[in-house]
């Protein structure tokens, strides 16, 4: 997805780890995952550079779709669809 698709995303589930450091934000996501539908749209927002790699190596082995990221103001808004 381009970023102007990302933007305009419907997202069922924020988890905002920005206070937090490698490896909060992806232990964050893997909780949070949990709480949501297949299908439904995830986004994680972090200040952590390695989450950044980190979240979608992680969707991708569990059969989630990483989306894309968008770079914010200090932050990343990184999007992820739960998989079945």
Known sequence: MDQEELKNLSVD???DARGTACPGPLLAAKKAVGEID????????S??????????KWAQKK???YLGTIE????FR????KGQ
């Open 63 to 65: 059969g989630h779709e």
């Open 38 to 45: 297949p299908g439904q749209i995830m986004e994680v927002l």
């Open 13 to 15: 589930k924020v988890v």
């Open 72 to 75: 914010d103001s200090g932050y």
């Open 78 to 81: 990184i999007f992820m669809k």
């Open 47 to 56: 200040a952590d550079e390695a989450t950044n790699r980190d979240i979608p």
